[in-house]
C-alpha cells in the first residue's frame, strides 16, 4: 500500500502544492497513491503526537 503523507505547520498553509508534486512524481514513476493523509501540524511537535508517528508505527508493525 501505497500512502503519501502532507503537513503543513499553520492554518494559513496548504497542502495543495505538495499533493501536486507528489502527485506528478508518482505519475512520472509508475506510482498509485492508495491514501492520502494530511494534517496541519507544527514540525516541532513530538512524532508521536502528529500523523506521521502512529504511521510509522503501523509500518514497524507490519515489517516485524
Known sequence: ??????????????????KFEIEKYCKV????????VEEKISGLKKMKERMLGGLL???KKMIY
Do not use: D, F, H, P
Not at 503523507?5 to 502544492?17: L, P
Not at 514513476?29 to 492520502?36: A, D, H, L, P, S
Open 1 to 18: 500500500m501505497v500512502i503519501a503523507y502532507i503537513r503543513v505547520s499553520t492554518e494559513k498553509q496548504n497542502t495543495e502544492n505538495q
Open 29 to 36: 514513476n509508475g506510482i498509485v497513491v492508495e491514501k492520502w
Open 57 to 59: 508505527s503501523k509500518l
